[in-house]
């Protein structure tokens, strides 16, 4: 049986390990470096990097983080932040990244996703959406640069014509649950993926393993990622670099099934 895979997200602010709640606030949590060493020996199925200050701050992606993360990386390895053009992305996935994530490079220059796919192959080609619900409305905005500039455009349509451009993976970061450990926004998840083919993974939310566990009863889902759950252990939020072992793993996609 394939299972989706579960997905430690790590965002470097200052060089630094951070975690944010709703885009805000990062708390520093530790080296980067040292955070890939650990899930190394705990075999990860994959790891998404964000540097979440390059965009936001117009600098080009720091290719030396970058070439020591993926030296060190021994899981498939997504990296996102500050990329604006094909030749960034080429350098980036020449360094021994596995994918590349755009965000509003994708939504500024939509063609750059359709060049990209076809020098490199979709599969390194991802797009993630950080979305919000409005305020006293059902509907969903995309925002960009770290939740701070609204794009007003519907990520439903949008992932839409992400796909037709060439994107091989989606993946939906939802803005009012990054942090707050309550558990994933499973409406806006299923919207979306009834409506898109390519794999989607998404984050935002996770507090527990069961919270996991539910969004694995949704079908088509290519992974599970987190942040908070991978680097903050008990009610305190003590800074614990964890993640589940072979049995648990085996325990939790046994109960989604149990109950989907």
Known sequence: MLYPRLIPVLLIHNRGLVKTVKFKDPKYVGDPLNAVRIFNEKEVDELIV??????????????????????????????GGGIKTVAQAKHILSLGVE????????????NLISELAEQVGNQSVVVTL??????FSSKYEVFTHNGKNNT?????ELSKQLQALGAGEIVLNAIDHDGVMKGYDLELIRKIKNTISVPMTVVGGAGT?????????????????????????????????NYPNTTEKHALYQSALKHS
């Open 99 to 110: 994918k590349v994530s755009l965000s509003s490079a994708a939504i500024q220059t939509p």
């Open 130 to 135: 950080d979305v919000k619900k409005k305020l």
């Open 209 to 241: 393993l069961e919270h996991i566990a539910d969004l694995y009863q949704q079908e088509n889902l290519i992974g599970a990622a987190a942040g908070s759950l991978f680097v903050f252990k008990g009610k305190y939020k003590a800074v614990l670099i």
């Open 152 to 156: 007003k455009q519907c990520p439903i």
């Open 50 to 79: 964000i540097d979440i200050d390059a965009t936001v701050q117009g600098q080009e992606p720091d290719y030396k983080t970058i070439e020591n993360l993926a030296a060190e990386c021994r899981m498939p390895f997504c990296y």
